[in-house]
Nanobody, 122 residues
Framework: QVQLVESGGGLVPAGGSLRLSCAPSGRTFSSYPMTWFRQTPGKEREFVAG????????YYKDSVKGRFTISRDSANNTAYLQMSSLKPEDTAVYYC???????????????WGRGTEVAVSS
């Protein structure tokens, strides 16, 4: 019934850019806080960026500040993650997540996408 679909991942060289999209389906996610997480094999899923649509405040993992930008298109409720100056350590499966209330950098969101792969070559 409720789904989030990520897209935009791919293979890019170090220093390159990608824009990830997270599109809702089956339900309108209007005003839902949106977040991006990522995970690599053997590591715990980690918070990357989030946006509170009520306050427009954004949050970022320290290592991506200045390189990644999260945004949201209120017309279609799609969330984006613009990634620039990509580094090999950014390689991961990226997931978007949403819930009815903002939960910050925690992983306790009700709705998750299935992920999109990002690979950054050295």
């Amino acid at each position: 019934q409720v789904q989030l679909v990520e897209s935009g991942g791919g293979l890019v060289p170090a220093g390159g850019s990608l824009r990830l999209s997270c599109a809702p389906s089956g339900r309108t996610f209007s005003s839902y806080p949106m977040t991006w997480f990522r995970q690599t094999p053997g590591k715990e899923r980690e918070f990357v960026a989030g946006i509170n649509p009520i306050t427009s405040k954004t949050y970022y993992k320290d290592s991506v500040k200045g390189r990644f930008t999260i945004s949201r298109d209120s017309a279609n409720n799609t969330a984006y993650l613009q990634m620039s100056s990509l580094k090999p350590e950014d390689t991961a499966v990226y997931y978007c997540a949403a819930d009815t209330i903002f939960k910050g950098a925690t992983s306790l969101y009700a709705y998750w996408g299935r992920g999109t792969e990002v690979a950054v070559s050295s």
